[in-house]
């Protein structure tokens, strides 16, 4: 969807830039405009931003639970 009309930039955008790096909504407005223009979109923005956060870290902590144990030591006779 269009998260900032004026700029034409849709939430997929913003995530994806906050998935690069991006963490704020300055960092994701000097990237993508988002909210240069008539600003009605930056509590949009800031939603989207969060909720990619969000997920960024629930899917770190995810992979960290799941992670493998050590190998185990091959067996010497
Ligand atoms: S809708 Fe984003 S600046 Fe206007």
Redesign the pocket.
């Known amino acids: 969807m269009f998260v900032?009309?004026?700029?034409s930039v849709t939430d997929t955008e913003i995530r994806d830039a906050v998935m690069e790096g991006a963490r704020d909504l300055d960092a994701i407005s000097e990237q993508l405009d988002?909210?240069?223009?008539?600003?009605?979109?930056k509590s949009c923005a800031k939603r989207v931003i969060r909720e990619a956060r969000a997920e960024m870290a629930y899917n770190a902590i995810s992979s960290a639970i799941h992670m493998p144990g050590p190998a185990a030591e091959p067996a010497t006779a």
């Open positions: 900032c009309i004026c700029n988002v909210g240069t223009c008539c600003g009605k979109c």
